[in-house]
C-alpha cells in the first residue's frame, strides 16, 4: 500500500471519489481551480434541433430549455452519461472536441448545429465546423474562473482535469508540478508545458484518472 505519498486534485472530489484514492493510503488535498458561473444568454428563435455539448457545465442550460432536444452530440462519457440519466438521446459520443467535430464532418456535414459552451471553450470544433462550411451557431452558457490558489507544500502527483485548469494551476504554482495526471490528451498537451513528467487516464472520467494516479504512485 502506497503510505505518506499526497496528492491533490484541481477538482473538489465527491466523497465516493475520495474514498477511492483514501483506501489506497494516500493523502488528498482537493479544490476547484475553476470555479464555473453562469452568464446571460438569448436563444429566442434559435431552433436547437441538433445540440453539440463539450462540457458538463453546459447541462443546466440544455435541461432549462422550454421544450425536449433529442438529438446531442457529446464529448466525454461522463458529460453523456449525466444526459443520458436525464432522458437525453445522445447520437455520437466522443473522446474530445476534435474527435468530435470529425464526426460531425465525416457524417453530419448536412445538418445544422447549436453549440453550447463556455466563454473560454478551445477552437478545435468551431473551426472544423467553420472550415467546412456547417452551419452552426455558438450559445456561451457558462463562464469558467481562475481560482489563483498557492500551495507551500510540493504534492507527489497532480490531478488535472481541463487545460485552463493547469494553466490556473501553475501560474499560482510554477514549481510545483512534478508529476501531472490528466483525464485526456488535451488536458496532458497542457501539462507537457510544464513537466514532461505526465500520465494520460485511460478513460475521460474522474474515477480512471483517481485510478491512474494510484498506480503512477504505487509504481513510483
Given amino acids: 500500500m502506497t503510505i505518506n505519498k499526497r496528492i491533490l486534485s484541481t477538482k473538489k472530489l465527491s466523497v465516493t471519489q475520495s474514498e477511492l484514492l483514501l483506501a489506497t493510503g494516500l493523502s488528498l488535498v482537493h479544490y476547484d481551480v475553476l470555479a464555473i458561473d453562469k452568464v446571460a444568454y438569448d436563444i429566442t428563435g434559435v431552433k436547437c434541433e441538433h445540440i453539440i455539448v463539450t462540457s458538463s457545465n453546459a447541462i443546466n442550460a440544455i435541461i ?6 433529442e438529438n446531442l452530440f457529446v464529448v466525454g ?13 445522445i447520437v455520437e459520443q466522443a473522446t474530445n472536441a476534435a474527435q468530435l467535430a470529425q464526426i460531425i464532418v465525416n457524417n453530419y456535414s448536412h445538418l445544422s448545429f447549436v453549440y453550447f459552451c463556455g466563454v473560454h471553450r478551445r477552437d478545435e470544433l468551431p473551426q472544423a465546423l467553420l472550415s467546412t462550411q456547417i452551419s452552426f451557431i455558438e450559445v456561451k452558457v457558462y463562464d469558467s474562473v481562475a481560482v489563483e490558489k498557492s500551495f507551500d507544500c510540493i504534492f507527489d502527483a497532480i490531478m488535472f482535469f481541463s487545460p485552463r485548469g493547469v494553466h490556473a494551476f501553475a501560474k499560482a504554482n510554477p514549481e510545483n508540478i512534478h508529476l501531472a495526471i490528466c483525464i485526456g490528451e488535451t488536458t496532458a498537451e ?8 505526465v500520465k494520460v487516464a485511460h478513460k475521460t472520467t474522474v474515477e480512471n484518472t483517481i485510478v491512474t494516479a494510484v498506480k503512477a504512485l504505487q509504481n513510483d
Fill in 64 to 69: 432549462s430549455l422550454d421544450y425536449r432536444v
Fill in 77 to 89: 462519457e461522463k458529460t453523456a452519461n449525466l444526459l443520458r440519466e436525464k432522458g437525453f438521446n
Fill in 190 to 197: 497542457a501539462a507537457r508545458i510544464y513537466t514532461q513528467n
